[in-house]
């Protein structure tokens, strides 16, 4: 009976995981760290084993590999030491023996040339997995579909437009709920050997698309209009945004622009044993339209 520990298990990613996992294998099967103590005890009374713990905690981490044969490492934020919280999974992994360690990784075009340093993150950790000696699975996922309401300011855009300095760049778009669902099912396979899955949308989309589309679906006339980056910085900075949020979305930007999000890939397809959802259906759910 394969044991799988899910972290970061109460975030978006983690839940669409575990509800897909649910439809196979029993919640005794499925362990999940937490910070929270009332999330813990919630998962315990559905059957999950659950830990209290971080990935900065050694300790929690080794109890909460007790007896697991896969690491579900879902990346964790950019506010601390992201790149030590990762190490620290990975090191308690190899100690205890895991058979398997799956990550949530990104799926860029070039790790070399990108905007955005948090990025290169990711591929800092797939190489100290690989390092680790650990059996692994890559999920390389594309930009969340989810994260559009927040580039472009939410429905304000429906009043105002969508102003932002990402040029023609598209991006191969996907539902972060759909790629939870998909690498669910690949963990129910339990496969033991390296494999890397590229999870993206079918088709790639620039902001000029997203306008396009959140025009049809509201009714409203939504433009947008691809401004130079001093500008851009300017409006937000009339926000009152703090400097490191600023770059950081303009890094982000940045990488749209030159289209490092932009690949196109069938992995998602084949997982899901459908179409992803595309961008027009996408935005319909996330603005509610």
């Known amino acids: 009976m394969n044991k799988i520990l899910v972290t970061g298990a109460t975030g978006h990613l983690g839940s669409a995981v575990i509800k897909t996992l649910l439809t196979k294998i029993s919640s005794n099967q499925v362990s999940i760290i937490t910070r929270n103590e ?22 929690s981490l080794e109890k909460a590999m007790e007896g697991v044969d896969t690491v579900l490492l879902i990346s964790s934020g950019d506010q601390g030491d992201r790149m030590q919280e990762h190490k620290n999974v990975i090191d308690t992994a190899q100690k205890a023996e895991v058979k398997h360690i799956a990550y949530t990784s990104r799926c860029l075009n ?12 990711h591929f800092d950790t797939e190489d100290y997995i690989i390092a680790s000696g650990l059996t692994y699975t890559f999920f390389r996922n594309i930009l969340y579909m989810d994260a559009i309401p ?21 991006v191969s778009f996907a539902l972060r709920s759909e790629m939870g669902e998909a690498m669910a099912k690949v963990l129910l396979k339990n496969e033991r050997g390296n494999k890397i899955y590229n999870f993206t949308g079918d088709k790639t989309y620039s ?3 997203i306008a396009t589309a959140l025009t049809e679906l509201s009714g409203k006339e939504v433009n947008y ?3 130079e980056t001093a500008a851009f910085e300017g409006m937000m900075r009339q926000r009152n945004l703090p400097e490191p949020v600023i ?20 992995d ?22």
Not at 38 to 59: C, M, P, Q, T, V
């Open 38 to 59: 009332e999330k813990r005890l919630e998962f315990e009374s559905k059957g999950f084993n659950a830990h209290l713990g971080s990935y900065e905690d050694i300790f």
């Open 225 to 227: 209009t691809n401004v």
């Open 150 to 170: 927040q580039f472009i300011g939410g429905k304000v855009a429906l009043e105002r437009g969508i102003f932002l300095p990402a040029g023609d760049g598209k």
């Open 247 to 266: 770059q950081k979305i303009v890094d982000f930007i940045t990488d749209i622009k030159h289209n490092q999000e932009a690949d196109i890939y069938s």
């Open 207 to 209: 902001f000029y698309d």
């Open 110 to 121: 070039d790790r070399h040339t990108l905007a955005n340093k948090l990025m290169v993150e």
């Open 268 to 289: 998602l397809e084949n997982q899901l044993g459908r179409k992803p959802i595309g961008l027009k259906d996408g935005l319909k759910v996330l603005f509610g339209l």
